[in-house]
């Protein structure tokens, strides 16, 4: 579909590894925060002393912006940033644009705030901005470029037009130093990406009603392959489940097909449409309507007619309802929960604020105990009751037991959102279950990889999605 380029599986591998996204990592990141809330933080790394939220810088004034002309100007017959006579924030976004364009921002690492550095090596720093190139092809054009001034800080906003995507950014500067970067693409061709080992990632719009989302679908040639819907968990989430440098589900759809499994991996409607989130919004508009929308997209596009459904975190309760209502020929639940989110979310806040654990236990008592006949627009861990008068409608392991499908539960101890009590839970309740196979791991992070996620800087590394559990997930879909 559309344009492509060829690229070695290892190769390409390394690259996709290092994403465009960069996150302020919370510490309570994964099964709390609903709709609009980020389950892996918000999508960017903030600048010192400026507080984001959503995309909004507060307490700022905005105006057009005109110095970028004259910066480019100025340092039109500079042949590096160091050699640059910059003097102002101004000139030094309008350099960083040019290199940009060029296809070479790695003289920009030298500008990087100390804190940028503290998280990011210049390779990591250079292809962070240079992987849309690569994947979406050249930028063509630079639009509707400001300036929003808070303080010291400058935050200067654009829209990118690649060949195939465009891509609202915002960097942050101050004192000439780029301290933060946040960015936002959004499809605008079908194209394919494709691989020398037999795989092809074709990106398209999902259509799903009025919406269009980011969806990848990585295949192999393999006539008799299934095809797996990755499910983030709650919160916003971007089509590759971004946390850090490290995209989840690119890792696991690329895995995947190197073993011969098809995936469908796309963003969740909370991330293009945040706007279209209200009040009384609840699991059908997170969840449901679009992942049945995928379910059909996968229906008719792939060969074989097995699909299975992959859960992570909050995902994982999602999985299991949607298989009782669609047929699927396996489930995998991955890092999630059979215990109700407020419970979870309880724990979490109390681990970080056990000063205040009794004020968290009664969130979580009015949470569970939320009904839409009760609902008034009370907010409890981030979610309104109407949204937790939906959720209370899940049942996990009764309806799991109900429906009878082939499931493979991973759980690992080193989790630091997943606790042993939900893995002792799987095993009271399915342990005995010839339906459902359980596997624990003692070395996987909550996302899957083997790295210490207490230490949020080693979400900004690369790492590589562990061999055994892509082994694990593929052995269970064949």
């Given amino acids: 579909m559309g344009c492509g380029c060829s690229i070695s599986r290892k190769e390409g591998k390394t690259k996709m590894r290092k994403n465009m996204w ?16 980020a389950e892996n933080g918000p999508t960017s790394v903030a600048a010192t002393d400026t507080e984001v939220v959503e995309n909004t810088v507060l307490n700022s004034t905005e105006v057009d912006l005109t110095t970028t002309e004259s910066a480019k100007d100025a340092l039109a017959t500079s042949e590096s940033g160091q050699d640059a006579q910059l003097s102002t924030n101004d000139e030094l976004y309008g350099y960083m644009m040019d290199k940009w364009m060029e296809g ?18 210049a390779e990591s720093f250079s292809y962070m901005f240079m992987k849309p190139n690569s994947t979406f092809g050249n930028i063509v054009e630079i639009k509707n470029e ?12 654009a829209t990118l037009l690649f060949e195939n995507a465009e891509a609202n950014i915002a960097l942050y500067f101050k004192n000439l130093k780029i301290t933060g970067y946040n960015y936002d693409v959004r499809f605008v061709n079908s194209f394919d990406r494709e691989y020398q080992d037999g795989i092809t990632e074709s990106y398209f719009l999902l259509e799903s009603g009025d919406y269009l989302l980011n969806a990848v679908y990585t295949h192999t040639d393999k006539s008799d392959a299934p095809s797996v819907l990755l499910i983030p968990g709650s919160g916003v989430s971007d089509y590759n489940e971004t946390i850090g440098l490290l995209p989840t589900f690119e890792d696991i759809a690329l895995e ?5 499994i098809n995936t469908l991996r796309f963003e969740k409607r909370t991330n293009r449409y945040s706007s279209k989130w209200t009040v009384k919004s609840g699991l059908d508009e997170e969840y449901f309507i679009d992942c049945n929308a995928a379910l059909e997209w996968l229906r008719n596009n792939n060969e074989t007619g097995e699909i299975y459904i992959l859960g992570h975190s909050l995902g994982t309760q999602i999985a299991v309802e949607l298989a009782s209502q669609n047929e699927v020929n396996g489930l995998i639940l991955f890092n999630g929960s059979a215990r109700h989110l407020a419970e979870i979310a309880k724990d979490q806040y109390c681990e970080l604020d056990p000063a205040n654990s009794l004020y968290y236990k009664q969130f979580m008592d009015a949470a569970m105990n939320s009904t839409l006949d009760t609902a008034e627009g009370k907010f409890y861990f981030n979610c309104s009751d109407y949204y937790w008068a939906d959720y209370n409608r899940l049942s996990t392991i009764e309806t799991l037991k109900n429906i009878e499908i082939p499931t493979l539960i991973i759980n690992s101890r080193l989790d630091r959102q997943v606790k042993d009590v939900d893995i002792e839970l799987w095993q009271k309740e399915f342990a005995d279950d010839d339906n459902v196979s359980i596997v624990i791991f003692d070395d996987i992070s909550h996302f899957g990889y083997k790295i210490d996620a207490l230490d949020t800087s080693s979400l900004y590394k690369a790492s590589a999605f562990p061999d055994d559990l892509a082994d694990t997930f593929a052995g269970f879909c064949r």
């Avoid at 960069?22 to 809330?37: D, Q, S, T, Y």
């Avoid at 070479?104 to 090596?121: F, H, P, R, V």
């Avoid at 400001?146 to 906003?157: A, L, M, Q, R």
């Fill in 22 to 37: 960069i996150l302020l990592i919370c510490l309570i990141v994964l099964l709390c925060g609903c709709g609009k809330a």
């Fill in 104 to 121: 070479d921002i790695s003289e920009l690492y030298a500008y990087a705030s100390d804190e940028l550095k503290a998280l990011l090596d």
């Fill in 146 to 157: 400001k300036v929003t001034v808070s303080g010291d800080i400058d935050v200067h906003t």
């Fill in 256 to 260: 995947l097909a190197e073993r011969g």
